[in-house]
């Protein structure tokens, strides 16, 4: 059995994954103004649609790497992931700017499009490996450790790009320092490549499944990914664009150090009193069905600022009951397929996770209070994913914690 201390190694690389989505969105200004010296019209357009081009190669990342994680390993699988994603990283780290021209914007997506290959493959092996072999008791933890360390590495983003730009002047931010989040990135992805080279191998072999079962599943993750790649991107990357007049600025940050929080106190209280990720997560996805809009109305619309904080304490309480326990609730309907759950949890991710920052962009020209019957919408996949389905039931049996 892992400890807790290997566990927080195997998730350093989650963390690295988002920090390196999020530091791409700090420093899209710094790429934008590069492009443009270049001579390439729209630069900015040019900058987010690199973005949104590199969540249609995850599938086949999760496709490719969940095949070698079920017939090689899961330690291999990470070892790749960190080996692409760290490689990609320094090398837009070092990219010579001056002299590349126009095609700056193919090495930009090329890169990309390898970290993206590799993200596609990360998530869904670490689900796998934390899991399989852990106590059933410590399932929400594990799980919102996952999702915690994804929180993490968007917080730092934040806090390095905002401490470079208190330190360098805009010119030399232009120059150089849109460069230094990327190599510090790249230094702590080969930290993580060290520690997983050290963890242990041994692994119990996935029993094959019939393609019809494989089809069921990867539909029935997908389902259920949906409502975790609204609510995290909604809360995360689009946190910027909701909320301007909260009492306490800057509202991103806020926003992400307190569902970090929650999700590690609900991951221990599922643990500790409720003794089961699926209730724990269908209360959130209820809970978000019913309370989503008011919530949101009265974090846009509130008058005062105890009304405005009732509403983000609600939204990120239900963010944090559905974020926990979503790897746990994958977990248990993979069945130790990585492939199904690589393919599923992408396809939900590059879809509804890569549109909602622009879904949430549309609905805040007419009311950003609209972002919460959003959200509550996407929960009916979730709750389709779980309860529309016949057997096999949710519930984790006893054979997986071998």
């Given at each position: 059995?892992?400890?807790?201390?290997?566990?927080?190694?195997?998730?350093?690389?989650?963390?690295?994954?988002?920090?390196?989505?999020?530091?791409?969105?700090?420093?899209?200004?710094?790429?934008?103004?590069?492009?443009?010296?270049?001579?390439?019209?729209?630069?900015?357009?040019?900058?987010?649609?690199?973005?949104?081009?590199?969540?249609?190669?995850?599938?086949?990342?999760?496709?490719?790497?969940?095949?070698?994680?079920?017939?090689?390993?899961?330690?291999?699988?990470?070892?790749?992931?960190?080996?692409?994603?760290?490689?990609?990283?320094?090398?837009?780290?070092?990219?010579?700017?001056?002299?590349?021209?126009?095609?700056?914007?193919?090495?930009?997506?090329?890169?990309?499009?390898?970290?993206?290959?590799?993200?596609?493959?990360?998530?869904?092996?670490?689900?796998?490996?934390?899991?399989?072999?852990?106590?059933?008791?410590?399932?929400?933890?594990?799980?919102?450790?996952?999702?915690?360390?994804?929180?993490?590495?968007?917080?730092?983003?934040?806090?390095?790009?905002?401490?470079?730009?208190?330190?360098?002047?805009?010119?030399?931010?232009?120059?150089?320092?849109?460069?230094?989040?990327?190599?510090?990135?790249?230094?702590?992805?080969?930290?993580?490549?060290?520690?997983?080279?050290?963890?242990?191998?041994?692994?119990?072999?996935?029993?094959?499944?019939?393609?019809?079962?494989?089809?069921?599943?990867?539909?029935?993750?997908?389902?259920?990914?949906?409502?975790?790649?609204?609510?995290?991107?909604?809360q995360n990357i689009s946190s910027t664009i909701l909320a301007k007049d909260f009492p306490i600025q800057p509202f991103a940050?806020?926003?992400?150090?307190?569902?970090?929080?929650?999700?590690?106190?609900?991951?221990?209280?599922?643990?500790?009193?409720?003794?089961?990720?699926?209730?724990?997560?269908?209360?959130?996805?209820?809970?978000?069905?019913?309370?989503?809009?008011?919530?949101?109305?009265?974090?846009?619309?509130?008058?005062?600022?105890?009304?405005?904080?009732?509403?983000?304490?609600?939204?990120?309480?239900?963010?944090?009951?559905?974020?926990?326990?979503?790897?746990?609730?994958?977990?248990?309907?993979?069945?130790?397929?990585?492939?199904?759950?690589?393919?599923?949890?992408?396809?939900?991710?590059?879809?509804?996770?890569?549109?909602?920052?622009?879904?949430?962009?549309?609905?805040?020209?007419?009311?950003?209070?609209?972002?919460?019957?959003?959200?509550?919408?996407?929960?009916?996949?979730?709750?389709?994913?779980?309860?529309?389905?016949?057997?096999?039931?949710?519930?984790?049996?006893?054979?997986?914690?071998?």
């Amino acid at each position: 059995m892992l400890s807790w201390l290997q566990r927080l190694g195997i998730v350093s690389g989650n963390a690295f994954e988002f920090y390196d989505i999020a530091v791409y969105a700090a420093i899209s200004p710094y790429l934008s103004h590069l492009l443009s010296s270049h001579g390439i019209v729209h630069s900015e357009w040019m900058v987010w649609g690199i973005f949104a081009l590199r969540f249609l190669i995850r599938p086949l990342g999760g496709l490719a790497i969940g095949k070698i994680a079920d017939t090689q390993g899961r330690k291999k699988a990470l070892i790749i992931t960190s080996s692409l994603t760290g490689s990609a990283t320094l090398l837009m780290a070092a990219l010579p700017v001056n002299i590349l021209g126009e095609s700056l914007v193919i090495l930009l997506l090329c890169l990309q499009m390898v970290q993206a290959f590799s993200f596609g493959g990360e998530y869904p092996t670490i689900i796998q490996y934390l899991h399989q072999g852990s106590q059933r008791e410590q399932h929400a933890r594990i799980s919102s450790l996952i999702v915690a360390s994804s929180i993490v590495g968007v917080i730092a983003s934040v806090l390095i790009v905002m401490g470079l730009k208190g330190t360098l002047s805009e010119s030399q931010m232009q120059a150089y320092g849109w460069r230094i989040p990327l190599i510090i990135g790249a230094v702590n992805i080969a930290m993580s490549f060290w520690f997983r080279l050290r963890l242990p191998a041994a692994l119990p072999t996935p029993q094959p499944t019939r393609l019809t079962n494989d089809v069921r599943t990867t539909v029935r993750i997908g389902l259920v990914s949906v409502t975790g790649a609204v609510v995290f991107y909604v809360q995360n990357i689009s946190s910027t664009i909701l909320a301007k007049d909260f009492p306490i600025q800057p509202f991103a940050l806020v926003n992400s150090v307190t569902l970090l929080v929650m999700i590690l106190l609900v991951g221990w209280i599922t643990d500790k009193y409720l003794s089961s990720p699926k209730k724990s997560f269908s209360g959130g996805l209820l809970a978000g069905l019913v309370v989503s809009y008011p919530a949101y109305y009265l974090l846009i619309h509130g008058h005062d600022g105890w009304q405005q904080w009732i509403a983000f304490i609600t939204i990120s309480l239900i963010s944090a009951l559905i974020l926990a326990n979503l790897a746990t609730v994958l977990f248990s309907i993979a069945r130790n397929n990585t492939t199904s759950l690589g393919l599923g949890y992408n396809v939900a991710l590059s879809v509804f996770g890569g549109m909602s920052p622009l879904i949430v962009s549309f609905l805040s020209e007419y009311d950003a209070s609209y972002v919460g019957a959003y959200a509550a919408l996407t929960t009916i996949p979730a709750l389709i994913g779980i309860y529309a389905f016949s057997a096999p039931s949710l519930t984790l049996q006893s054979e997986m914690n071998t």
